[in-house]
């Protein structure tokens, strides 16, 4: 079974930085893509973020220029910077990850508040 571990939340003032990492252990599936979603109180979860195993990057546009998500293949890891934080991005940010044999897997959240 596959578990995905996330790290680096916070609080942080507007502006600021802060970088998350979510690493997959378990299971002997291919995870492709792997990618960060949020959900802000009362709201839906949304993706922010997916990345491909070549590399690949899709982002929404309200993060376009402000955040970066890469990948540790060998390491099952994937990291998402964040820049110029704004505190609309205060949400709780999950990360997931796309068996190729099918069906995904979800972690538990970790928690980024931004103070104006």
């Known amino acids: 079974q596959v578990q995905l571990v996330e790290s680096g939340g916070g609080l942080v003032q507007a502006g600021g930085s802060l970088r998350l990492s979510c690493a997959a252990s378990g299971g002997r599936v291919s995870l492709d893509p792997m990618g960060w979603y949020r959900q802000a109180p009362g709201e839906q979860r949304r993706l922010v973020a997916r990345?491909?195993?070549?590399?690949?990057?899709i982002y929404e546009d309200f993060v376009k220029g402000r955040f970066t998500i890469s990948r540790d293949n060998a390491k099952n890891t994937v990291y998402l910077q964040m820049n110029s934080l704004k505190p609309e991005d205060t949400a709780r940010y999950y990360c997931n990850a796309e068996s190729t044999l099918g069906g995904g897997y979800w972690g538990q959240g970790t928690q980024v508040t931004v103070s104006s």
């Open positions: 990345i491909f195993s070549d590399g690949t990057a």
